[in-house]
C-alpha cells in the first residue's frame, strides 16, 4: 500500500512497524516520524486507523484474559519468518505432537 508520493519515511516502513507503533513499543523520534508520515499520506493513515479499531475490539471482547507468557515470542518469530521470506511451518513448532487417527 502506498499513496505513490515520496516520503521522508517509506510507506513499507511505517506498514511494518505499524503495532510497534501502535503499541508505543519504539522510540519517541520514531513515533514522530510515523505521525508525520500519516499527516502526509492517506493510505496509510486508513490502515493506522483500521488496525486501531480492530486493536481496540480486541481489547474491548479479549483483554481480561491471561496471555501465556511466550505467546508474543512465538509470534513475533512467526511474523519474522513471513517477513524474511522463509517457509512457515503449517502447524504450531511450539506445541506437542498431536496423536494420529488410525
Known amino acids: 500500500m502506498s499513496c505513490g508520493d515520496p516520503h521522508e519515511t517509506d510507506c513499507s516502513e511505517v506498514l511494518d512497524h505499524l503495532y510497534e507503533f501502535l503499541d ?52 513475533m518469530g512467526r511474523i519474522d ?6 517457509t512457515v511451518p503449517e502447524h504450531d513448532v511450539g506445541a506437542a505432537p498431536q496423536a494420529q487417527e488410525s
Not at 519468518?81 to 522463509?86: D, E, N, V
Open 81 to 86: 519468518l513471513i517477513r524474511s521470506g522463509q
Open 24 to 75: 508505543r513499543e519504539m522510540p519517541d523520534s520514531d513515533c514522530t516520524k510515523f505521525e508525520q508520515h500519516f499527516e502526509e499520506c492517506s493510505p496509510c493513515l486508513e490502515k493506522y486507523g483500521l488496525e486501531q479499531a480492530v486493536k481496540k475490539l480486541v481489547k474491548r471482547c479479549c483483554g481480561h484474559d491471561d496471555v501465556p507468557t511466550d505467546l508474543r515470542s512465538k509470534v
